[in-house]
């Protein structure tokens, strides 16, 4: 079973800085793969060791993706290979520091959910044959949560949401290793607000996993020492589909003001002096 | 008032109704597709939709089944919950591709889903065949025939205000986004995230209206019954390769309305054992407030429902009192709080950011600090 897992860099909010105007100071936020996609690497995974198979990690995006770390990083996580898809050719011996992208740089990454749709439809295209996609709950910068229902629709396949989870469509265990390759559908539970829909689902298919469908592994030493002789390819985007939004800000929302009257010292003593002063709110 | 042409989707009645009236702050020309029956479509009438299409839905499981080689055996359990059963075995979903089709041939230029599960995939695929994306929206206003939309982005960091350029947009939207209340007290910036958390849901007194000058207008369209416009059956397709829903089970939710709690206690990763959750319970029962989680608790620890969970993808609160017990105040937990009146942290780390949100702090040991309170506060 040949399983392609979605991923997309982009900057650790934790360190992206709000300027006194809210305008956001990216200068320090190095770029990682958002921790929803760990939920479809960790699924990928998961699912191949049980059916046998092969995990191929799958993103499309500018210069950050340049950054051996940054590939490293989501290889030692259970891919079997990445594949990295960039509007203009980035070599491997590129920029690895990609913390001094300048706004421009950024915002020529800035690809809506139908544009990244577009161009991964067009990378598997390239790729061969697939069996299953998955896609995480959303990306950790713009989270549309759009760009797995949208590829699915391109690609004419099926295309499911809220995934809980993934099981091969076989009675039993034993059918498991004979059908090895050979598994034409899995059943899924889509976890719904009101409702768990259990559902069988043809392959090849998209499937965009919940953030609850499994804690992602931490890489060891080993898989960390692995994951740089993994292979890793570089497709050039055949073409961009044009884009279906002008941003006009990106701004921090204005911070309440807070009192931050901070207590410190002996818990009798702190809880008297809070009570104190919030007296009117826990009483 | 705009005649825009705005078609909502939708396959609940609560939604039908609550989408068509707060798209009718956007303009006048307020149509809809819906799933699930009758009950749907009078639900989108009755607010005042001019047209409203009806899709029929494929209710045999045997004759559904058997076009998608699937035993019937499979889906005998299908149809057994909820009040409109007909559509449980096939998805809304899977006629995406003809949904598409048909709001092309309406020329709907902005096409509204709710920000479900199921409204949202809809609305991705539906928008992949319209060749656009979809765009979730905290408040949404029209100027000059486009739609302003923004977006929470950088794990609620930030705000994006975009203008939709394609010539069939499309949006899904949360539960009070449409014709929601701006709270007088609020900045006019401060919209985007008020605008998700209205404090009424009346139509009238609209924060998107009070963006357009025709506000007034609106206001008199609003008051006068519209029940008028029409309802028309209609048959849509299956897309190729659809999902077949073998079954449906209702989901085992706990019932707790943290939106609605007066008092909120977030509890986090500072609680090293599920035992010790009783610390947060105890002080939870002495000042009736509901308990609340950051999102490992649930996601990793799985010691408290998800319902529970605040967070840029969980629950946003807005309570008199939010009580931060062990957390350290990153971005997207706190992102699900500021919005509270008062907010208390209790921390071992004087670092910790949430001391910069909070009102009220004490750096200490929860294990320590919080039997001193409880008791403190019989």
């Known amino acids: 079973m040949k399983i392609i897992a979605c991923c997309k860099a982009a900057p650790e909010e934790q360190d992206i800085v709000v300027r006194d105007d809210g305008s956001l100071d990216f200068s320090r936020a190095d770029y990682k793969f958002g921790s929803y996609d760990l939920n479809a690497i960790e699924a990928a995974r998961v699912l191949a060791d049980q059916v046998g198979g092969e995990v191929i990690g799958l993103s499309v995006g500018s210069s950050e993706l ?58 598997l295209e390239q790729m061969g044959d697939y069996d299953l996609v998955l896609c995480g709950a959303g990306s950790s910068d713009f989270y549309a949560q759009q760009v797995g229902n949208q590829l699915g629709a ?49 392959l090849p298919a998209v ?14 030493m080993k898989d960390i020492l692995a994951a740089g002789k993994k292979p890793v390819k570089e497709l050039v985007a055949l073409g961009t589909p044009e884009t279906s939004t002008q941003t006009i800000s990106v701004k921090a929302p204005p911070a309440a003001s807070r009192k931050q009257e901070i207590i410190q010292g002996d818990a009798n003593e702190s809880v008297a002096r809070l009570l104190e002063l919030a007296s009117s709110v826990l009483r | 008032m705009s005649n825009y042409s705005i078609w909502v989707v939708a396959h609940e009645a609560d939604a039908a109704a609550e989408l068509v009236s707060g798209a009718l702050c956007l303009s006048s020309n307020v149509n809809a597709v819906t799933f699930g029956g009758e009950a749907v ?50 998805l809304p979903e899977n006629h995406s591709k003809a949904l598409a089709k048909l709001l092309q041939e309406r020329n709907s230029k902005l096409t509204i889903f709710s920000a479900t599960a199921t409204g949202r995939l809809m609305a ?76 009424s849901q009346e139509p009238q007194a609209s924060a998107l209206s009070s963006a357009l000058p025709e506000a007034a207008e609106s206001e ?128 071992k780390d004087k670092n910790a950011p949430v001391f910069k949100q909070a009102d009220y702090g004490i750096v200490g040991d929860i294990y320590e600090v919080l039997p001193v309170l409880t008791s403190a506060l019989s």
């Open chain 1, 66 to 123: 340049a950054n051996s770390k940054l590939r490293k990083d989501a290889l030692s996580r259970g891919l079997d290979e990445l594949v990295v898809v960039t509007r203009s050719s980035v070599g491997e011996d590129a920029n690895d520091s990609v913390s001094d992208l300048s706004m421009s740089d950024l915002s020529v990454s800035n690809l809506d959910s139908y544009q990244t749709a577009k161009l991964l439809a067009d990378a």
């Open chain 1, 154 to 202: 391109l690609l004419g396949i099926t295309s499911l949401s809220a995934i809980n989870s993934i099981k091969p469509d076989v009675e039993s265990d034993a059918e498991i290793s004979e059908a090895a390759t050979n598994i034409d559908s899995v059943i899924v539970q889509r976890l719904l607000e009101q409702e768990v829909q259990c559902v069988r689902v043809k």
């Open chain 1, 207 to 220: 499937l965009s996993v919940t953030s609850g469908i499994n804690v992602p592994r931490i890489a060891g």
């Open chain 2, 41 to 90: 479509a009078k639900a989108a009438q009755a607010q005042g939709a001019l047209t409203v299409l009806s899709v029929n839905a494929i209710d045999t499981p045997a004759t559904d089944v058997s076009a998608m080689g699937t035993p019937a055996t499979d889906v005998s359990a299908v149809g057994t919950s909820g009040p409109d059963n007909t559509l449980k075995n096939c």
């Open chain 2, 124 to 199: 991705g695929m539906v928008a992949s065949h319209l060749g656009t994306s979809a765009y979730n929206a905290a408040s949404i206003t029209i100027n000059d025939d486009t739609p302003v939309i923004t977006s929470m982005v950088y794990g609620g960091c930030a705000i994006a205000t975009r203008r939709l350029l394609s010539s069939q947009a499309v949006i899904t939207v949360g539960a009070g986004v449409l014709g929601a209340v701006l709270p007088e007290s609020q900045e006019p910036q401060a919209s985007a995230l008020s605008a998700a958390l209205p404090e």
């Open chain 2, 220 to 347: 008199l369209a609003l008051s006068e019954p519209q029940a008028s416009g029409s309802i028309e059956q209609i048959d849509l397709s299956v897309n190729d390769n659809a999902a077949v829903v073998l079954e449906v089970k209702p989901r085992k939710t706990e019932s707790v309305n943290l939106a609605a709690a007066k008092r909120v206690i977030g509890v986090g990763r500072g609680f090293a054992a599920k035992e010790d959750l009783e610390l947060a319970f105890n002080l939870a029962s002495k000042l009736d407030a509901e308990l609340a989680c950051s999102r490992p608790i649930t996601e990793s620890e799985n010691w408290m429902a998800r319902e529970r969970y605040i967070g840029v993808s969980g629950v946003v609160v807005k309570p008199e009192l939010y009580i931060a017990l062990g957390i350290s105040g990153q971005i997207q937990h706190m992102v699900g709080v500021n919005q509270a009146k008062t907010i208390i942290a209790i921390n």
